[in-house]
């Protein structure tokens, strides 16, 4: 059997192959809430095999979220909702997993699809916040400095965030900690410019982001998968590198991360990047072996023997695709049937293979 489509146990819970679906944001809520689009975009990419699906980002706050049309989960009301999701994601063998997050500094802004940049406050906008009050780029609104008080008010939402996620049946939750949102912005000199405990040096600017995990792993039971998304670099001169991606995954281990989902860039748009295939996979590699964490590569990652080529490597333990489960939710029944000479696919469906 070839490594994609072995399974992975993490903790208690055995993963059937590693071939994961990575968060992307779909722009189809109000207020929030899951619908019939949601079920259906997560659960066709459950029936086509993969062995962890992963909701989009989901905010922990109405002013967390990328756009005004983002996932929430905010509020009890949502469980419900996503308790559907859940459900029938374990009818395939499959393991839910949801992102929460804070947009921090690139919040209120309109879908991709339509004009314009910044939301205002008349059309459903809001005010933005940050660890420093600096504008991500010309275009974009410029944030309000977090107080000490609203930085633990924002933990504390994170926390009750992940309990709103086990309580909805997710065996899996990742936080977001990269592209420019948030807890990046902590972690990057880029945009934390404060002097306090939450700024000023490296211990500083992880402050945040591991309060945040601590909190968090505080009120989920253990059984929880945990992991978290980080940009190991911001592709920018004196910002957040892989040195110290390495020494935030340190820490992020000792307080009982489970896996690191590698990304990276998206906290200036000054970044010198050149993506290609496998471009990322190299920050994966690095941080599994030095950290000694189980990592996930993601990024350009298209076809089933460039996958098994990366975990033969040892340079990660699971593949996350992104756009590639957009072009094609049955990616990984092709693979498999590439890679085994079966497909392992549903009932239903087997009489096309």
Same mark, same amino acid.
Request: hydrophobic fraction near 40%; proline fraction near 5%; glycine fraction near 8%.
């Given at each position: 059997m070839s490594i994609l489509f072995s399974p992975l146990e993490i903790k208690e819970i055995e993963i059937k192959n590693r071939c994961w679906v990575s968060p992307m944001c779909q722009y189809s809520s109000e207020d929030g809430f899951v619908n019939d689009w949601h079920l259906v975009h997560l659960g066709t990419r459950a029936v086509g095999g993969a062995g962890l699906v992963m909701t989009e980002a989901a905010a922990i706050s109405p002013e967390g979220r990328i756009s005004p049309n983002d996932l929430g989960i905010w509020k009890d009301d949502h469980i419900e909702g996503l308790k559907k999701i859940t459900k029938f994601l374990k009818l395939q063998n499959c393991i839910s997993a949801i992102q929460i997050a804070h947009s921090g500094r690139k919040g209120s802004t309109k879908r991709p699809w339509e004009d314009g940049y910044s939301v205002d406050k008349k059309n459903g906008g809001w005010d933005v916040i940050a660890p420093s009050s600096i504008p991500f780029d010309g275009k974009s609104s410029t944030p309000k400095e977090l107080s000490k008080n609203e930085i633990n008010e924002l933990i504390i939402k994170?926390?009750?965030?992940?309990? @709103?996620?086990?309580?909805?049946?997710? #065996? %899996?939750?990742?936080?977001?900690?990269?592209?420019?949102?948030?807890?990046? #912005?902590?972690?990057?000199?880029?945009?934390? =410019?404060?002097?306090?405990?939450?700024?000023?040096?490296?211990?500083? *600017?992880?402050?945040?982001?591991?309060?945040?995990?601590?909190?968090?792993? &505080?009120?989920?039971? $253990?059984? /929880?998968?945990?992991?978290?998304?980080?940009?190991?670099?911001?592709? /920018?001169?004196?910002?957040?590198?892989?040195?110290?991606?390495?020494?935030? %995954? &340190?820490?992020? =281990?000792?307080?009982? !991360?489970?896996?690191?989902? %590698?990304?990276?860039?998206?906290?200036?748009?000054? +970044?010198?990047?050149?993506?290609?295939?496998?471009?990322? /996979?190299?920050?994966?590699? #690095?941080? =599994?072996?030095? /950290?000694?964490?189980?990592?996930?590569?993601?990024?350009?990652?298209?076809?089933?023997? +460039?996958?098994?080529?990366?975990?033969?490597?040892?340079?990660?333990? !699971?593949?996350?695709?992104? @756009?590639?489960?957009? *072009?094609?939710?049955?990616?990984?029944? =092709?693979?498999?049937? $590439?890679?085994?000479?079966?497909?392992?696919?549903? $009932?239903?469906?087997?009489?096309?293979?």
């Open positions: 994170f926390a009750d965030a992940a309990k @709103r996620a086990e309580l909805a049946g997710f #065996e %899996c939750i990742e936080i977001h900690m990269a592209h420019g949102y948030l807890a990046h #912005e902590f972690l990057s000199p880029i945009s934390n =410019k404060r002097t306090d405990e939450y700024g000023n040096n490296l211990k500083g *600017r992880m402050k945040f982001p591991l309060d945040v995990i601590k909190e968090i792993r &505080k009120i989920v039971s $253990d059984k /929880v998968i945990l992991l978290v998304r980080i940009s190991a670099t911001d592709y /920018v001169e004196n910002g957040w590198d892989l040195d110290q991606s390495i020494e935030f %995954c &340190k820490e992020l =281990k000792e307080l009982g !991360v489970d896996l690191i989902d %590698c990304s990276s860039g998206g906290s200036s748009p000054l +970044q010198k990047l050149n993506p290609k295939p496998n471009y990322q /996979v190299p920050f994966s590699a #690095e941080i =599994k072996k030095e /950290v000694g964490i189980k990592t996930g590569a993601v990024g350009l990652i298209t076809n089933s023997h +460039q996958a098994e080529e990366i975990l033969k490597a040892n340079l990660a333990d !699971v593949i996350f695709l992104g @756009r590639e489960f957009l *072009r094609n939710p049955y990616w990984p029944l =092709k693979a498999k049937k $590439d890679l085994d000479g079966e497909t392992g696919a549903p $009932d239903q469906y087997i009489r096309s293979f």
